[in-house]
Protein backbone atom coordinates (compact mmCIF):
# COMPACT_ATOMS: atom_id res chain seq x y z
CA UNK A 1 0.00 0.00 0.00
CA UNK A 2 1.28 3.44 -0.98
CA UNK A 3 1.55 5.68 1.89
CA UNK A 4 0.71 9.58 2.13
CA UNK A 5 2.52 11.99 3.08
CA UNK A 6 1.94 13.17 6.59
CA UNK A 7 -0.52 16.45 5.96
CA UNK A 8 1.19 18.50 8.85
CA UNK A 9 4.80 17.41 7.37
CA UNK A 10 3.71 18.89 4.24
CA UNK A 11 2.36 22.20 5.56
CA UNK A 12 5.63 22.09 7.42
CA UNK A 13 7.56 22.63 4.71
CA UNK A 14 8.43 26.10 3.38
CA UNK A 15 7.57 27.54 0.27
CA UNK A 16 9.88 28.06 -2.68
CA UNK A 17 12.10 24.87 -1.98
CA UNK A 18 13.49 25.45 1.47
CA UNK A 19 14.88 23.42 3.97
CA UNK A 20 12.46 21.63 5.92
CA UNK A 21 13.44 22.69 9.06
CA UNK A 22 12.56 25.98 11.49
CA UNK A 23 11.41 26.62 15.37
CA UNK A 24 9.42 24.00 16.40
CA UNK A 25 5.87 25.87 17.12
CA UNK A 26 3.83 24.41 19.65
CA UNK A 27 0.68 25.36 19.27
CA UNK A 28 0.68 29.07 18.23
CA UNK A 29 -0.63 29.78 14.56
CA UNK A 30 1.57 30.31 12.17
CA UNK A 31 2.78 33.90 11.81
CA UNK A 32 2.94 33.65 7.80
CA UNK A 33 6.15 34.12 7.45
CA UNK A 34 8.40 32.88 4.31
CA UNK A 35 9.87 29.75 5.47
CA UNK A 36 8.45 29.36 8.93
CA UNK A 37 7.81 25.80 10.09
CA UNK A 38 5.90 24.23 12.86
CA UNK A 39 7.46 21.03 14.84
CA UNK A 40 5.88 17.76 13.51
CA UNK A 41 3.63 15.59 15.98
CA UNK A 42 4.02 12.68 16.99
CA UNK A 43 1.19 10.12 18.45
CA UNK A 44 2.46 11.03 21.60
CA UNK A 45 1.85 14.57 21.54
CA UNK A 46 -1.40 14.05 20.84
CA UNK A 47 -2.00 11.50 23.44
CA UNK A 48 -0.69 14.35 25.98
CA UNK A 49 -2.91 16.73 24.74
CA UNK A 50 -5.54 14.25 25.13
CA UNK A 51 -4.72 13.68 28.75
CA UNK A 52 -4.30 17.24 29.61
CA UNK A 53 -7.76 17.99 28.41
CA UNK A 54 -9.49 14.44 30.00
CA UNK A 55 -7.17 16.20 33.25
CA UNK A 56 -9.67 19.73 32.56
CA UNK A 57 -12.76 18.65 31.53
CA UNK A 58 -13.51 14.38 31.40
CA UNK A 59 -13.33 12.50 28.64
CA UNK A 60 -15.82 14.10 27.13
CA UNK A 61 -12.82 17.20 26.67
CA UNK A 62 -11.28 14.38 24.50
CA UNK A 63 -12.34 15.80 21.08
CA UNK A 64 -10.42 15.97 17.60
CA UNK A 65 -10.98 19.61 16.33
CA UNK A 66 -10.63 21.04 20.04
CA UNK A 67 -7.30 19.03 20.37
CA UNK A 68 -6.27 20.01 16.94
CA UNK A 69 -6.44 23.90 17.83
CA UNK A 70 -5.01 23.36 21.34
CA UNK A 71 -1.87 21.48 19.18
CA UNK A 72 -1.80 24.22 16.20
CA UNK A 73 -2.22 21.53 14.09
CA UNK A 74 -4.70 20.25 11.38
CA UNK A 75 -7.54 17.31 11.36
CA UNK A 76 -5.18 16.15 9.12
CA UNK A 77 -2.24 15.58 11.30
CA UNK A 78 -4.71 13.56 13.51
CA UNK A 79 -5.57 11.20 11.11
CA UNK A 80 -2.33 10.21 10.14
CA UNK A 81 -1.91 8.75 13.56
CA UNK A 82 -4.81 7.66 14.86
CA UNK A 83 -8.02 6.23 12.84
CA UNK A 84 -10.65 7.79 15.03
CA UNK A 85 -11.24 8.85 18.69
CA UNK A 86 -11.49 5.91 19.94
CA UNK A 87 -7.99 4.89 18.67
CA UNK A 88 -6.64 8.37 20.32
CA UNK A 89 -8.35 7.34 23.80
CA UNK A 90 -7.11 3.97 23.82
CA UNK A 91 -3.34 5.67 23.35
CA UNK A 92 -4.21 8.25 25.91
CA UNK A 93 -4.87 5.43 28.47
CA UNK A 94 -1.64 3.48 27.57
CA UNK A 95 0.76 7.10 27.60
CA UNK A 96 -0.96 7.54 30.95
CA UNK A 97 -0.07 3.92 32.40
CA UNK A 98 3.39 4.23 31.06
CA UNK A 99 4.28 7.77 32.74
CA UNK A 100 2.11 7.45 35.64
CA UNK A 101 2.89 3.86 36.33
CA UNK A 102 5.66 1.81 34.61
CA UNK A 103 8.05 4.92 34.89
CA UNK A 104 7.53 5.75 38.52
CA UNK A 105 8.38 2.49 39.44
CA UNK A 106 11.35 2.10 37.22
CA UNK A 107 12.62 6.00 38.38
CA UNK A 108 12.33 4.49 42.42
CA UNK A 109 13.76 1.31 41.65
CA UNK A 110 17.04 2.96 40.60
CA UNK A 111 17.07 6.10 42.80
CA UNK A 112 15.69 4.11 46.24
CA UNK A 113 17.59 0.43 47.00
CA UNK A 114 16.29 0.35 50.76
CA UNK A 115 12.47 -0.59 50.38
CA UNK A 116 11.48 1.21 53.37
CA UNK A 117 12.64 4.37 51.94
CA UNK A 118 11.66 3.67 48.78
CA UNK A 119 7.74 2.44 49.80
CA UNK A 120 7.85 6.02 51.86
CA UNK A 121 9.18 7.96 49.08
CA UNK A 122 6.54 6.34 46.72
CA UNK A 123 3.35 7.25 48.72
CA UNK A 124 4.34 10.61 49.79
CA UNK A 125 5.60 11.26 46.09
CA UNK A 126 2.39 9.94 44.38
CA UNK A 127 -0.10 11.00 47.11
CA UNK A 128 1.25 14.80 46.20
CA UNK A 129 1.06 14.73 42.81
CA UNK A 130 -2.43 13.20 42.93
CA UNK A 131 -4.14 15.83 44.88
CA UNK A 132 -2.63 18.49 43.19
CA UNK A 133 -3.35 16.70 38.99
CA UNK A 134 -7.12 15.83 38.40
CA UNK A 135 -6.17 13.41 36.19
CA UNK A 136 -6.59 10.03 37.93
CA UNK A 137 -10.21 11.43 39.63
CA UNK A 138 -11.30 12.03 36.15
CA UNK A 139 -10.19 8.89 35.27
CA UNK A 140 -12.19 7.15 38.03
CA UNK A 141 -15.10 8.90 37.22
CA UNK A 142 -14.85 7.71 33.86
CA UNK A 143 -14.99 4.15 35.04
CA UNK A 144 -17.81 2.88 33.32
CA UNK A 145 -16.28 3.55 29.73
CA UNK A 146 -14.80 -0.40 28.65
CA UNK A 147 -11.39 1.05 28.12
CA UNK A 148 -11.33 3.37 30.84
CA UNK A 149 -12.60 0.97 32.79
CA UNK A 150 -9.78 -1.94 31.71
CA UNK A 151 -6.89 0.59 32.10
CA UNK A 152 -7.39 1.51 35.86
CA UNK A 153 -8.07 -2.49 36.33
CA UNK A 154 -4.52 -2.92 35.04
CA UNK A 155 -3.33 0.28 36.78
CA UNK A 156 -4.63 -1.06 39.85
CA UNK A 157 -3.53 -4.32 39.83
CA UNK A 158 0.18 -3.58 39.00
CA UNK A 159 0.47 -0.53 41.80
CA UNK A 160 -1.34 -2.62 44.68
CA UNK A 161 1.26 -5.54 43.14
CA UNK A 162 4.19 -3.27 43.33
CA UNK A 163 3.14 -2.22 46.92
CA UNK A 164 2.65 -5.81 48.01
CA UNK A 165 6.18 -6.51 46.51
CA UNK A 166 7.79 -3.89 48.75
CA UNK A 167 5.90 -4.69 51.79
CA UNK A 168 7.05 -8.16 51.07
CA UNK A 169 10.84 -7.42 50.99
CA UNK A 170 10.12 -5.83 54.80
CA UNK A 171 9.92 -8.95 55.44
CA UNK A 172 5.77 -9.23 55.82
CA UNK A 173 4.42 -12.53 54.77
CA UNK A 174 2.42 -12.38 51.28
CA UNK A 175 -1.02 -12.17 52.34
CA UNK A 176 -0.58 -9.82 55.00
CA UNK A 177 1.86 -7.78 51.94
CA UNK A 178 -1.31 -7.87 49.59
CA UNK A 179 -3.09 -6.67 52.61
CA UNK A 180 -1.11 -3.86 53.60
CA UNK A 181 -0.52 -2.85 49.65
CA UNK A 182 -4.06 -2.76 49.05
CA UNK A 183 -4.53 -0.83 52.09
CA UNK A 184 -1.59 1.91 51.25
CA UNK A 185 -3.43 1.92 47.75
CA UNK A 186 -7.20 3.20 48.62
CA UNK A 187 -5.31 5.62 51.40
CA UNK A 188 -3.67 6.85 47.86
CA UNK A 189 -7.15 6.97 45.84
CA UNK A 190 -8.96 8.19 48.94
CA UNK A 191 -7.19 10.96 49.33
CA UNK A 192 -7.34 12.10 45.92
CA UNK A 193 -10.78 12.43 45.42
CA UNK A 194 -11.41 14.27 48.72
CA UNK A 195 -8.66 16.37 48.27
CA UNK A 196 -9.87 17.23 44.82
CA UNK A 197 -13.85 16.92 45.47
CA UNK A 198 -13.69 19.11 48.79
CA UNK A 199 -10.94 21.32 48.91
CA UNK A 200 -9.28 21.95 52.20
CA UNK A 201 -10.33 18.61 53.67
CA UNK A 202 -7.10 16.27 53.91
CA UNK A 203 -4.07 17.81 55.23
CA UNK A 204 -1.13 18.79 52.45
CA UNK A 205 1.58 19.08 54.23
CA UNK A 206 4.31 16.43 54.08
CA UNK A 207 4.18 15.96 57.39
CA UNK A 208 0.89 14.46 57.37
CA UNK A 209 2.09 12.16 54.21
CA UNK A 210 4.86 10.58 56.08
CA UNK A 211 2.65 10.16 59.23
CA UNK A 212 0.32 8.05 57.22
CA UNK A 213 3.75 6.11 55.43
CA UNK A 214 4.69 5.44 58.59
CA UNK A 215 1.35 4.14 60.08
CA UNK A 216 1.69 1.23 56.99
CA UNK A 217 4.96 0.26 57.77
CA UNK A 218 4.44 0.06 61.68
CA UNK A 219 4.61 -4.10 62.20
Known amino acids: MRRHEDPQAREARPKGGGETGGSPGSGTPRSGTRGAGRKRLTADDW ?130 ARRRGLLAYTSYVGHAQLAHAVPGSVPADPEYLAAVSDALLKP
Open 47 to 176: ADAALAALAERGLAGVAVEPLAARLGATKGSFYWHFANRDALVAAALARWEELSTERIITAMEAAEPDPAARLGALLRGATASAAEDPLEVRLLAAADHPEVGAALARVTERRVGYLAHLFELLGFPPPE
